[in-house]
């Protein structure tokens, strides 16, 4: 059974920049569309950014401009590049499928955006 698992959140002030990636230990070719969810506290997992097996990507009004998601499906790797961050983006972040499966949550990477 394929796990996905998050890394590259930490600490950060406003305007920087950090680079998720998201590592599966299978194919992800096959998982078809392919997404970055975030948890803030109190609030529920959205999705930010999603990207197709052929590359095609959408993202949340909130981070269009600023996040760009990207996959090596090679490497069996999803990356979200966070730019221009902002206090708001603090949350933890999470790689799913589109639309989310369950089976899929793995333990997220927190990224927290502070001065």
């Known amino acids: 059974q394929v796990q996905l698992v998050e890394s590259g959140g930490g600490l950060v002030q406003p305007g920087g920049s950090l680079r998720l990636s998201c590592a599966a230990s299978g194919s992800i070719f096959s998982f078809g569309t392919m997404g970055w969810y975030h948890q803030a506290p109190g609030k529920e997992r959205e999705l930010v950014a999603a990207?197709?097996?052929?590359?095609?990507?959408n993202s949340a009004d909130s981070v269009k401009g600023r996040f760009t998601i990207s996959r090596d499906n090679a490497k069996n790797t999803v990356y979200l590049q966070m730019n221009s961050l902002k206090p708001e983006d603090t949350a933890v972040y999470y790689c799913?499928?589109?639309?989310?499966?369950?089976?899929?949550w793995g333990q997220g990477t927190q990224v927290t955006v502070s001065s």
């Open positions: 990207i197709t097996s052929v590359g095609s990507t």
């Open positions: 799913n499928v589109v639309p989310y499966s369950d089976y899929y």
